[in-house]
């Protein structure tokens, strides 16, 4: 009997950018608290569940920094999200056009399919819109308050998360009335949202301090690290791409230490403890930026499977490459001068699945696919080592996808991967911990890993250089080389200058230096780059093309210089139609 295991590490991305404009505080979009009452407290039940499971969750210090704003927007009844404000308003027959405009510019942005089609008496709602919305906007005018109502509050409902529906008595009564909704009804539901919320984070704290869960972390801001450091790094994988004008993002080294350094800083102060590891935002990694996770003491990073492939094949592209079993399922140990870190790869096969496939599939079906497949991993590794499986993917927009937000698919694949016989689920840290125990070496040595183990763990890979990429298309061409790329690039590089001089001049107050220190960090975020471009949705393009050029334009006026006047023109138009609304890319 052998006694080869499978360890499979499933990692849920969980993450939003800001979405306030941090002038006045106001949230410009409501996803942070949409995705928070749908889907982290979706992810968190799961595991509570299924306490013999294990996972890893990669919360981003920002997502994290907009739900503890929430939870003290309902503590304190002072709101500030212009549609969670409406969800109380008291009068909704008096609304101005442009609150009337926003209940109905954001009460239908979800997946008709999962989300509104289910539901009559939310069909209704979205038909009888339709047939006003044909006749023109005076049309729109006979849509009343009740309606407003009714809207909102089955937008909300839609939005809970399916183990919220199925512990609260209030959302089955609310959903079996259907219509007719009252301001008591509004209030009610509107406190369930407020208590899902301010429960997230301990909830996920108690299953980290119990040992079921491993939570890392992220830059603070989610900036793509190595395009902070050296733009150049962009032709490691895709040589002769168009760079920006700017030649470098200036003094980028040290605004990816910060980030680096102010993510372990916030991940201690929630959860006691600093990161084992980190998910660089979109598994964005290069020599350099894994010299950055190292040195800030680091003992793990992950990226995508084609990062691993262009860095076996070396930067001349003609290193032979051995089968994908031989390669993908083991961690690579990386020398980056005085220190040492593991990188891990994801499976993209895999993981692609969860994010893009099994959502069409009967949920039995899909975790039976899952499991065959991981056993057919377990066969064909190498005899005598354990495989580690790494399934990577964004923790929160898929599941709208699936029937009942992923409820059934969830629940089974837990259940199934508890009772398997060889397949161990894990953490990137207790399976590094394994490694150090298993060859008797001190914990404190943190990557205590030798080439061959001599015992069931697979042989640790090594890599001498690291050719940079990112999780999709192992390349970064999801953030720079497109023109509206470069030029939103060379737009935050004009204002890092200004800053500079600015903070040079010590021309401003501690606190107008904090303000705008913040909105720098707002303005490096990967997000804005990833929604340019005219392959995305028009809305979504439209919506963040804005609010990256409100950032940029509250910086200088933190700085206390006139705003420049391309500012005012838009970066990207968008127009496509890509697939799960451009929220989600497959690797390749």
Same mark, same amino acid.
């Given at each position: ?10 990692? %849920? ?41 294990? #996972? ?37 027959? #008096? ?58 509050? @089955? ?22 009335? $259907? ?31 119990? $040992? ?148 069409? %599939? ?15 991993? @377990? ?150 780059? @990833? ?40 970066? #990207?138009?968008?127009?496509? #139609? ?11």
């Amino acid at each position: 009997m052998t006694d080869k295991k499978l360890h499979l590490i499933l990692c %849920w991305h969980m993450h939003q950018p800001d979405y306030r404009n941090l002038t006045t505080g106001e949230y410009m979009l409501p996803w942070t608290y949409l995705h928070a009452m749908k889907d982290y407290s979706d992810m968190a039940y799961h595991l509570e569940s299924h306490p013999q499971a294990k #996972s890893v969750f990669n919360f981003v210090p920002v997502l994290l920094d907009q739900l503890e704003d929430y939870s003290r927007q309902f503590e304190q009844g002072k709101l500030r999200d212009p549609l969670l404000a409406l969800l109380i308003e008291k009068d909704l027959n #008096s609304l101005s056009s442009v609150r009337r405009e926003l209940v109905f510019d954001s009460c239908f942005r979800s997946n008709h399919t999962k989300m509104i089609d289910p539901y009559p008496a939310y069909k209704r709602l979205s038909d009888l819109y339709k047939y006003h919305e044909l006749n023109g906007e005076a049309s729109l005018d006979f849509l009343s308050g009740q309606y407003l109502a009714d809207l909102l509050v @089955w937008y909300h409902l839609v939005w809970c998360g399916e183990s919220v529906r199925r512990s609260s008595e209030l959302v089955v009564n609310l959903m079996a009335k $259907g219509s007719h909704f009252t301001l008591a009804d509004r209030r009610l539901l509107f406190d369930l949202i407020g208590k899902t919320i301010q429960g997230l984070i301990p909830r996920y704290r108690k299953l980290a301090d119990s $040992g079921q869960i491993e939570i890392s972390t992220t830059p603070h801001y989610h900036p793509i690290v190595p395009l902070l450091i050296d733009f150049k790094v962009a032709r490691e994988c895709m040589p002769g791409v168009a760079l920006p004008e700017a030649l470098c993002y200036p003094g980028g080294l040290k605004r990816a230490s910060f980030h680096i350094t102010s993510a372990i800083e916030s991940h201690r102060d929630r959860f006691g403890i600093a990161p084992q590891g980190v998910w660089p935002a979109e598994g964005g990694v290069s020599q350099a930026a894994a010299t950055v996770f190292a040195e800030h003491g680091c003992r793990w990073m992950a990226s995508g499977e084609a990062v691993l492939v262009n860095s076996l094949r070396g930067l001349d592209g003609n290193q032979p490459v051995p089968s994908r079993m031989d390669y993908l399922y083991r961690p690579y140990r990386l020398a980056t001068g005085d220190h040492e870190i593991v990188s891990f790869f994801r499976d993209d096969k895999l993981s692609d699945k969860i994010g893009f496939e099994y959502a069409k %599939w009967f949920g039995r079906d899909a975790v039976d696919n899952f499991i065959d497949e991981l056993e057919e991993i @377990w066969r064909h590794t190498p005899e005598g080592e354990s495989p580690v499986v790494s399934v990577i993917l964004d923790g929160e927009n898929a599941w709208e996808y699936y029937p009942y937000n992923g409820y059934y698919f969830l629940s089974e694949m837990y259940d199934a991967l508890e009772s398997h016989p060889f397949i161990r689920t894990t953490t990137f840290k207790d399976y590094l911990d394994g490694c150090v125990e298993n060859n008797g070496m001190q914990a404190q040595l943190p990557l205590g890993l030798v080439e061959n183990t001599g015992n069931t763990s697979p042989a640790m890979g090594k890599l001498p250089y690291l050719v940079a990429g990112s999780w999709v298309y192992g390349t970064f061409s999801t953030w720079i080389g497109d023109p509206a790329k470069n030029r939103a690039w060379d737009l935050l590089c004009s204002a890092k200058q200004s800053f500079d001089l600015v903070m040079g001049s010590g021309r401003l107050d501690k606190q107008e230096v904090d303000l705008a220190h913040k909105q720098l960090a707002d303005c490096e975020g990967s997000d804005w780059f @990833w929604w340019f471009g005219d392959y995305n949705p028009q809305h979504s393009v439209e919506s963040f093309d804005k609010l990256y050029r409100d950032n940029l334009s509250n910086l200088y006026r933190l700085l206390k210089l006139p705003v420049p006047e391309q500012l005012g023109k838009p970066i #990207s138009h968008g127009g496509g #139609s890509p697939e799960a609304g451009g929220a989600m890319r497959r690797a390749a």
